[in-house]
C-alpha cells in the first residue's frame, strides 16, 4: 500500500515592513519530486488553504523545468482544518521559506498534525524555516516537541547572512533551543540532516533531497 505525505506549506506572504516573502520553490519541490518517486502519494495542504505564494528570491537564478512543474501544486492548496484524521498520513514534511514563521507557529492544526502523527511515530520532517512548525508543536503531556531531540534548522548566522534577519519575528535557531533543542550546524549553506528517531530535519535549501531521502528511509 502507498505510503501517504502530507507536506504543510505556508500561506504567508509578507515580512514585517511589508517585505514580501512565502514559500521557497525548491524545499517543496525537490522533496515532492523524491515522493512521487518513491511512489508515495502526496496531500499539499496549508493552515488556511487555497494559494501558498512563492517567494520570488527562489525564482531568482536558473530553476529547472522539474522544479517551476511544481509551482501549480501551490495554487490551491488544502486547509489543513478540513483535515478530520491525520492519522492516516505516515509521515509530514514542511518545506521552508520566510513566510512559514509568520503563520505556522499559530496554526492549531498543524499542531494537532504533528502531535498526532510524532506520537503515533510516524514522520515528521522540515527543513530549512520549515521547522517554525515545530515552534508550537507540543506533545501531550504540554511538553515542547523538540525538547531534547537533536535537529538541524536555518542558523541564525545563515538568516544575518540574508539580511532578513531584522525582518522576522525570532530567530528560528535560538527559539528553538530556548525549547531545548539540541542543534547541530554546519557551515552556512551546506548541507546538513539530523535524524533522532521519527524527527528528520535539515538546515537550508542545500539539505531538502537529503531531508526527503531520510524520510523515505524511515517509511521503508
Known sequence: MSKHILMVVTNAKEMKEGHATGLWLSEFAEAYIEFKNAGYTVTVASPNGGESPIDARSLEDEVPAEIQATAPLLKETLDLKSIEDFSAFDAIFMPGGHGTMFDLP????????????????????AVCHGPAGLVSATLSDGTPLVAGKTIATFTDEEERATGLDVYMPFLLETRLRELGANIITADNFTENVQVDGNLVTGQNPQSTIAVAKAVITTLN
Open 106 to 125: 499559530q496554526s492549531d492544526a498543524l499542531n494537532n498534525a504533528l502531535r498526532t502523527l510524532f506520537e503515533a511515530n510516524k514522520t515528521v520532517a
